[in-house]
C-alpha cells in the first residue's frame, strides 16, 4: 500500500521556478579558474557543486559584473554572521519530534495518541547542560540528540501565527513572506538582502534547489538559485558539419524585446540554457568527494555538503535556503515515514554542524529548521495512524551560539490548553524569531525588514 | 434555455483557426486546420464542444517497440496511452479539457499506486470535460483515486480525516486567495469564505466510504476497478452546519453545498476555466456571461467554455502568442504537427525531463502553468524532446534557396508560429551554412541545414508559445 495523503509536499518545487524569471548565470569564471582565495576550480569540481546559477532580481547587471563581485568578495575571508533557513516541507510533527514524557501532559499525549503515540523509555533523552526530563526525541533523532547534548539546539516547542489558518499553501507563504500575505512580492530574507546586502553579488543569497525559495524574493538586491548540471549540452541528431552554428543561431533567437511575460520567460530559459551550456563546455562532470562527518547520500544532503563548502569559500554568502521536500504530510502511517525522515534530516543536520565546525565557519551560522505547522494533537488511524493539519509547530535553532535548550514557553496539551479545534495553542508568532536573528544574530535592525516588528517580542535564541 | 456569449470574430483568418485548434486541443496538421476553416469559426466551435461518439481516434493504435500498450503494466504506458488519445481523438477539445481538469483535481499516481484508478478517474474526467460539472463533482469525490489520494478512505464518523473536505474548498472549488476579489471583478469575496468550521463538519458528513483492500488485490476485475464501498455504520449521521446550512448532511449534500457556494459557481470554476485559454484576466462582462450560463444551465461547462472560445481576448495578438505550451502539450501538438503517433517509450521520460507526467502532478495543487514551466532545465529538456519528434523525418530536400529552406521547414511542421524576427534570423542561419560549409553543399549538408531550421522553429523561443 502505498497512499499518503495530501501529497503537497511532493517535489513542489523540483521543476517548477516561480513566475518571475531569471537570469542565468555560470560560477563565476574567474573562481573557476582558481584567482581567488580559498577555493579552486579542482575544488568545485570535486565539490558536485559546479552548477548553473539562476539570478535573480539583477537585471540591471551585466554578467561580467557579477563574476567581477563575486570574485572580489571571494578575495577576503569573511567574518559576517550567516543565517540557513531548513524548511521542512508538508508540516512537521512537532509532538512527535519531541515528546513530552512526565505529568499531565504524558497522560494527555497517551490518551490522544493511541495509533501514534511514542513510549518514553524508547524515546532519546535531553542531556548536556540543559538537561531536561521532561522531554525526549524521537527514538529516531538522532542528530538532534548528539547537537542538543552539546549544546547546539534551540528548540521553540509551539510557534505559529493567529489565528492559525491550517492551509500549506499559506502557511509557507506568511513563514515566508515574514508576514500575513499569501502573494507576498517579497520574502524576509530577501528584503534583509535589499537593507543589508551588496546590489552586485547573487550569490550573497541562495536557494540550494531547483526553485527560489519564497523566503529569498527581493525586490532590488539580486539573489540566485543554485542547482546541479548533469548535461546540459545543445546537440541534435545529424547535426556534425557545423553544430556551433545552429547553437549560435539559437541563442540568437532569443536577444530581442519580448512583448509580453510569456515571451520573455521563453526567451530567457532558452537563451539562458544555451549561455549554461557553452559556460560549462569545458568542465567535467562532478562527482560528491567522501566524507569522514556522517552526511548520507541523498539529494539533500548534497544540498547541504555543497552548501557547507560555499559558505567556507568567502563568496559573500549571508543567507540561504534549502527544503528538505520529502513528505513531512503525516495524514497516515506516520510513525514509519516521520521516523524515516527524521533519521536522515537530524542526522544530515548534525554532520553539517560538525563540518561548519571544521572548516571554521562555527561562529559564524546560524541554522533554522522550521515547518508550515504543526500537526492535530489527537491522532487519527489512517494507515496505522496519521495526524491532521493543526496548529503550534515546533522550530529549531542550531549552531555553536545557539542557546541551548527549551527557549520558548509550550502551552500543553490538556484538553484545557488546547484550541477549539483540538490544536496546540500559539505561545509564540514566528516572528519572534525573525526578529531576534535579524536583531541580535545578523546585528541589524528588524523594522527594516518585519512589519510592525516592534510588536514581536524577541525570543532569546543565540548567544 | 437563453444563454449569451460574446460575439465571434467576422472575418477569420487562417490564423485564428490555428489558435483555436492549438488552446482547445493539440494543435494540427495542415489538413486538421483545414477541415475547421471548413467549418467556418461557429460550426468550429460548436464541433469542438459537441464531441463525436463514434470513429473518435484516428490513425494507427499506439506501439511501444511494435507491441500493444499495457498501460495497466509497464511503466510509462500509462502516459503513452493518454498521448495517444491527444493525438489521435477528433474531440480535441474534450482532450484539452480532460487534462485541465486533471490539473484542477490533481490526484496523483505517487500516492494513489494504483493505475487502474488513476484510468477510472481519467475516463471520469473525460466523460465529464464538455459536461456536468457538479456530476463530476459528486462522481470524484467518492472515486477510488481520490479515496485514497485525499484519504476519504481512511476517514469515518469516529476519526473524520479533514483532506479532501479542505481541499476541494481550497483548491478544486472555492479557492482561499484574497486576488480573487478583484480578478473577478468582486463577483468572488473573501467576506464569503468557507471557514475551518466547514471543512471539520463537511469532513464529518464526508464519512461512510470505505474501500476493501482484498477486493482491490484479488477481487474480479470490475472489483478490482472500484472497490470502494458505502458503509452507513461508518458514516456520521449527526447534525452538520455547513456554510450556515444546517442538517443531517452527506457526501452528496457536501457536494451540492460546495456547487452552490457564492464563491463558486461564478467566480472561482469560472476564472480557473478561462485562465487555461486565456493569459490575461477575464473582462467583468466575460465572468458575468459565464457566470450567467452556468447556472442557468445547472452547471452545464460547455456554455461556460463557449464563452471563452467566443471571447475577442482568446483570439487577440495572434502573431504575438502569450501563453506557453505546457511539456504534455508540446509533446502531443509536436506528434500532430510532424503527422507522428506513439510508437515508442520515449516521450513518458522526456515529459519527466521537461517537468509534466500525466497522471503525476507535483502535489495536489497541480501543475504550476504558464512561464512557471520554462527554467534552463526544461528548456533544455523541450529541445532534447525536439530531437526526438524529427528523427529520422527528414529526408534530402536537395539545392534550397535559404528562403525556400526555411519555407520548407514551416510547411512540413504544419506551419507553426514563428516571429517574422525568428523567420528572418533562419534564413541567415541558412545562408551562413552555406557559406561556412560551402562553396557546395551535399546531401548530409541538406539535411543538417533542414534539421536545424526546423529545431529551431519547435524548441526555439517562439516555438515554446502558443
Given at each position: 500500500m502505498n497512499h499518503c495523503g495530501c501529497n503537497d509536499w511532493q517535489s513542489t518545487h523540483r521543476r517548477s521556478m516561480l513566475r518571475r524569471q531569471g537570469q542565468v548565470v555560470p560560477i563565476p569564471r574567474a573562481v573557476l579558474e582558481g584567482e581567488s582565495a580559498g577555493m579552486c576550480r579542482r575544488d568545485f569540481l570535486r565539490n558536485g557543486a559546479v552548477a548553473f546559477l539562476t539570478v535573480y532580481g539583477a537585471s540591471m547587471l551585466d554578467w561580467g559584473h557579477i563574476w567581477e563581485a563575486a570574485s572580489a568578495q571571494a578575495a577576503t575571508p569573511g567574518t559576517d554572521p550567516i543565517i540557513v533557513s531548513v524548511f521542512l516541507d508538508g508540516g512537521n510533527d512537532g509532538l512527535n519530534t519531541l515528546i513530552p514524557i512526565t505529568g499531565s501532559d504524558y497522560a494527555a499525549y497517551a490518551s490522544k495518541r493511541p495509533h501514534i503515540g511514542l513510549a518514553p523509555a524508547n524515546c532519546l533523552p535531553l542531556g548536556g547542560a540543559a538537561a531536561n526530563p521532561d522531554w525526549a526525541w524521537n527514538p529516531a533523532a538522532t542528530g538532534f540528540q548528539h547537537l542538543y547534548d552539546a549544546g547546539k539546539i534551540a528548540v521553540i516547542p509551539s510557534v505559529d501565527y493567529m489565528p492559525p489558518d491550517l492551509s500549506h499553501f499559506h502557511s509557507r507563504a506568511f513563514w515566508q513572506a515574514g508576514e500575513l500575505d499569501p502573494n507576498p512580492a517579497t520574502g524576509w530574507l530577501g528584503r534583509w538582502v535589499d537593507q543589508n546586502g551588496a546590489a552586485d553579488n547573487p550569490l550573497q543569497a541562495v536557494s540550494a534547489g531547483w526553485s527560489l525559495d519564497g523566503s529569498l524574493k527581493s525586490a532590488t538586491n539580486p539573489v540566485a538559485v543554485l542547482s546541479s548540471v548533469e548535461d546540459a549540452q545543445f546537440t541534435m541528431n545529424n547535426v556534425w558539419s557545423d553544430p556551433q552554428l545552429m547553437v549560435d543561431t539559437l541563442a540568437g533567437l532569443s536577444v530581442r524585446s519580448a512583448a509580453n511575460d510569456a515571451m520573455s520567460a521563453a526567451d530567457n530559459a532558452v537563451g539562458g540554457a544555451v549561455n549554461v551550456a557553452s559556460r560549462l563546455s569545458a568542465l567535467t562532470q562532478p562527482t560528491l568527494p567522501p566524507n569522514g562527518l556522517g552526511y548520507g547520500t541523498t539529494s539533500f544532503d548534497q544540498r547541504m555538503s555543497n552548501l557547507a563548502w560555499m559558505l567556507d569559500s568567502n563568496l559573500g554568502m549571508r543567507v540561504a535556503c534549502v527544503s528538505y521536500d520529502d513528505g513531512w504530510d503525516f495524514h497516515d502511517s506516520q510513525v514509519s515515514r516521520q521516523a524515516q525522515n527524521l533519521s536522515r534530516l537530524s542526522t544530515t543536520l548534525a554532520a553539517f554542524q560538525a563540518d561548519l565546525e571544521q572548516r571554521g565557519l562555527g561562529d559564524r551560522v546560524i541554522t533554522l529548521v522550521w515547518s508550515e505547522f504543526g500537526r492535530r494533537v489527537e491522532d487519527n488511524d489512517s494507515g496505522g495512524g496519521g495526524t491532521?493539519?493543526?496548529?503550534?509547530?515546533?522550530?529549531?535553532?542550531?549552531?555553536?551560539?545557539?542557546?541551548?535548550?527549551?527557549?520558548?514557553?509550550?502551552?500543553?496539551?490538556?484538553?484545557?490548553?488546547?484550541?477549539?479545534?483540538?490544536?496546540?495553542?500559539?505561545?509564540?508568532?514566528?516572528?519572534?524569531?525573525?526578529?531576534?536573528?535579524?536583531?541580535?544574530?545578523?546585528?541589524?535592525?528588524?523594522?527594516?525588514?518585519?512589519?510592525?516588528?516592534?510588536?514581536?517580542?524577541?525570543?532569546?535564541?543565540?548567544? | 434555455m437563453a444563454y449569451s456569449y460574446p460575439a465571434l470574430p467576422s472575418k477569420p483568418t487562417r490564423a485564428h483557426f490555428q489558435r483555436l485548434l492549438w488552446r482547445a486541443g493539440f494543435a494540427g496538421s495542415h489538413d486538421q486546420v483545414t477541415h475547421y476553416v471548413k467549418l467556418g469559426l461557429p460550426k468550429a466551435v460548436t464541433e469542438l464542444l459537441t464531441p463525436f461518439r463514434k470513429?473518435?481516434?484516428?490513425?494507427?493504435?499506439?506501439?511501444?517497440?511494435?507491441?500493444?500498450?499495457?498501460?495497466?503494466?509497464?511503466?510509462?504506458?500509462?502516459?503513452?496511452?493518454?498521448?495517444?488519445?491527444?493525438?489521435?481523438?477528433?474531440?480535441?477539445?474534450?482532450?484539452?479539457?480532460?487534462?485541465?481538469?486533471?490539473?484542477?483535481?490533481?490526484?496523483?499516481?505517487?500516492?494513489?499506486?494504483?493505475?487502474?484508478?488513476?484510468?477510472?478517474?481519467?475516463?471520469?474526467?473525460?466523460?465529464?470535460?464538455?459536461?456536468?460539472f457538479h456530476g463530476l463533482l459528486e462522481q470524484i469525490t467518492i472515486e477510488p483515486a481520490m479515496l485514497l489520494w485525499l484519504n476519504g478512505a481512511d476517514s469515518n464518523k469516529w476519526e473524520p480525516n479533514e483532506n479532501y473536505g479542505r481541499e476541494v474548498m481550497e483548491l478544486f472549488c472555492l479557492g482561499n486567495d484574497p486576488n480573487l476579489e478583484s480578478l473577478t471583478h468582486g463577483l468572488w469575496t473573501n467576506t464569503n469564505m468557507y471557514t475551518q468550521n466547514d471543512i471539520h463538519e463537511a469532513a464529518r458528513a464526508l464519512t461512510g466510504w470505505r474501500y476493501d483492500w482484498n477486493k482491490a488485490a484479488t477481487g474480479t476485475i470490475k472489483q478490482r476497478e472500484n472497490p470502494t464501498f458505502w458503509?452507513?455504520?461508518?458514516?456520521?449521521?449527526?447534525?452538520?452546519?455547513?456554510?450556515?446550512?444546517?442538517?443531517?448532511?452527506?457526501?452528496?449534500?457536501?457536494?451540492?453545498?460546495?456547487?452552490?457556494?457564492?464563491?463558486?459557481?461564478?467566480?472561482?470554476?469560472?476564472?480557473?476555466?478561462?485562465?487555461?485559454?486565456?493569459?490575461?484576466?477575464?473582462?467583468?462582462?466575460?465572468?458575468?456571461?459565464?457566470?450567467?450560463?452556468?447556472?442557468?444551465?445547472?452547471?452545464?461547462?460547455?456554455?461556460?467554455?463557449?464563452?471563452?472560445?467566443?471571447?475577442?481576448?482568446?483570439?487577440?495578438?495572434?502573431?504575438?502568442?502569450?501563453?506557453?505550451?505546457?511539456?504534455?502539450?508540446?509533446?502531443?501538438?509536436?506528434?500532430?504537427?510532424?503527422?507522428?503517433?506513439?510508437?515508442?517509450?520515449?516521450?513518458?521520460?522526456?515529459?519527466?525531463?521537461?517537468?509534466?507526467?500525466?497522471?503525476?502532478?507535483?502535489?495536489?495543487?497541480?501543475?504550476?502553468?504558464?512561464?512557471?514551466?520554462?527554467?534552463?532545465?526544461?528548456?533544455?529538456?523541450?529541445?532534447?524532446?525536439?530531437?526526438?519528434?524529427?528523427?529520422?523525418?527528414?529526408?534530402?530536400?536537395?539545392?534550397?534557396?535559404?528562403?525556400?529552406a526555411v519555407t520548407a521547414a514551416m510547411s512540413a511542421l504544419s506551419h507553426p508560429w514563428a516571429s517574422s524576427d525568428t523567420r528572418t534570423k533562419l534564413e541567415t542561419y541558412a545562408s551562413d551554412y552555406a557559406t561556412r560549409n560551402g562553396p557546395t553543399l551535399d546531401s548530409h549538408d541538406h539535411v543538417e541545414r533542414q534539421t536545424v531550421i526546423r529545431a529551431m522553429l519547435m524548441a526555439g523561443p517562439d516555438g515554446l508559445l502558443h
Open positions: 491532521d493539519h493543526g496548529a503550534g509547530g515546533l522550530a529549531l535553532v542550531i549552531g555553536t551560539h545557539a542557546k541551548g535548550g527549551l527557549a520558548a514557553e509550550f502551552p500543553g496539551i490538556s484538553d484545557a490548553d488546547l484550541d477549539q479545534w483540538g490544536n496546540l495553542k500559539v505561545p509564540t508568532d514566528y516572528r519572534q524569531i525573525y526578529t531576534n536573528l535579524l536583531g541580535d544574530w545578523m546585528g541589524t535592525d528588524p523594522a527594516a525588514v518585519i512589519p510592525d516588528a516592534s510588536s514581536y517580542t524577541p525570543l532569546d535564541l543565540v548567544a | 470513429n473518435v481516434l484516428v490513425g494507427p493504435v499506439p506501439t511501444d517497440g511494435g507491441n500493444r500498450l499495457q498501460p495497466l503494466d509497464l511503466w510509462g504506458h500509462d502516459c503513452l496511452w493518454w498521448l495517444d488519445r491527444m493525438v489521435r481523438s477528433r474531440n480535441q477539445l474534450v482532450e484539452r479539457m480532460t487534462l485541465n481538469l486533471h490539473d484542477l483535481f490533481a490526484t496523483s499516481n505517487a500516492g494513489v499506486g494504483n493505475t487502474r484508478h488513476m484510468l477510472r478517474q481519467n475516463r471520469l474526467l473525460r466523460g465529464h470535460a464538455v459536461g456536468n458503509d452507513a455504520g461508518y458514516h456520521d449521521a449527526g447534525q452538520k452546519t455547513i456554510y450556515g446550512h444546517t442538517g443531517n448532511w452527506d457526501w452528496r449534500d457536501v457536494c451540492r453545498l460546495v456547487v452552490n457556494h457564492p464563491n463558486h459557481a461564478p467566480p472561482y470554476l469560472a476564472y480557473a476555466l478561462w485562465s487555461y485559454f486565456i493569459a490575461t484576466p477575464p473582462t467583468a462582462s466575460a465572468m458575468r456571461q459565464m457566470v450567467n450560463n452556468y447556472r442557468k444551465s445547472g452547471f452545464e461547462l460547455a456554455p461556460l467554455l463557449k464563452v471563452i472560445l467566443h471571447h475577442p481576448a482568446f483570439y487577440l495578438n495572434l502573431d504575438e502568442p502569450d501563453m506557453v505550451k505546457p511539456p504534455i502539450v508540446f509533446v502531443a501538438s509536436g506528434l500532430r504537427n510532424t503527422r507522428r503517433f506513439i510508437k515508442s517509450n520515449s516521450w513518458s521520460w522526456l515529459l519527466d525531463n521537461m517537468g509534466q507526467v500525466p497522471f503525476y502532478p507535483p502535489n495536489v495543487s497541480g501543475w504550476k502553468q504558464g512561464p512557471a514551466f520554462l527554467n534552463t532545465n526544461t528548456a533544455h529538456a523541450y529541445w532534447q524532446t525536439t530531437g526526438y519528434l524529427l528523427d529520422q523525418t527528414i529526408r534530402d530536400p536537395g539545392s534550397q534557396t535559404p528562403k525556400a
